[in-house]
């Protein structure tokens, strides 16, 4: 799954929309490998998360048009990788340990006060606000900081070959960001708490299946 994120993203981004098309079957393979090894219940959270995420990504290009895909409307195969990236996050943080999850997310205020700083990505002052409240009220902070810097990585390579770009101003308040805004992540740890509702408590894992071991 990690070597795929930027595989499936170089395919799409050099093959035209021949390589849109392979990547998104890629995408829906791994997705339905994950499924199939998941017991019901990480099924069912995993749908909600692919739910979650076509109407986050439509409102975020379609309506708020932060950013725009190279492709002028929504690859089919984003929904699926969200929810693949989600569940990384996932398996990732159940081998950390929680001073290390702690220092993910105390790391990632000053990185993007530092961005706002560097980089006039001013928008991301607004998205740490919104990072800040879900550490504080959404059902599974413990995991948020490593989400963070999973998204941002995914971010810095996505937009790095053209996949996607953010607008250099949010089209409805004018304000400056960077392409991508540093504290982008923060949609990722959003679509995280709207798919794990009200749960609250210390990092919520997914039971690991074979193709995690």
């Given at each position: ?183 982008a992540g923060v949609f990722y740890c959003l679509l995280d708490a709207l798919t794990l509702g009200r749960r609250r408590g210390g990092p919520p894992?997914?039971r690991r299946t074979t193709l995690a071991r």
């Amino acid at each position: 799954m990690v070597l795929w994120f930027p595989l499936g993203l170089a395919i799409d981004a050099l093959g035209g929309l021949a390589g849109t098309a392979v990547t998104t079957l890629g995408t829906f393979a791994l997705f339905a490998a994950v499924y199939r090894a998941s017991s019901a219940p990480d099924r069912r959270i995993l749908l909600v998360c692919v739910a979650w995420a076509t109407v986050g990504e439509l409102v975020l290009t379609e309506v708020l048009g932060l950013y725009q895909y190279r492709i002028g409307f929504l690859p089919p195969f984003v929904p699926p990788g969200h929810a693949l990236l989600f569940q990384l996050g996932l398996w990732s943080v159940a081998g950390l340990s929680a001073r290390l999850l702690r220092a993910l997310r105390v790391s990632a205020i000053p990185l993007t006060i530092a961005a706002v700083v560097l980089l006039d990505d001013h928008q991301s002052l607004v998205f740490l606000a919104v990072f800040v409240a879900l550490l504080r009220f959404g059902p599974s902070p413990a995991i948020y900081g490593a989400m963070f810097f999973l998204a941002l990585a995914l971010e810095l390579i996505g937009t790095a070959i053209g996949t996607w770009t953010w607008a250099p101003r949010d089209p409805w308040l004018g304000i400056q960001t960077f392409n991508p805004p540093i504290a982008a992540g923060v949609f990722y740890c959003l679509l995280d708490a709207l798919t794990l509702g009200r749960r609250r408590g210390g990092p919520p894992v997914m039971r690991r299946t074979t193709l995690a071991r």
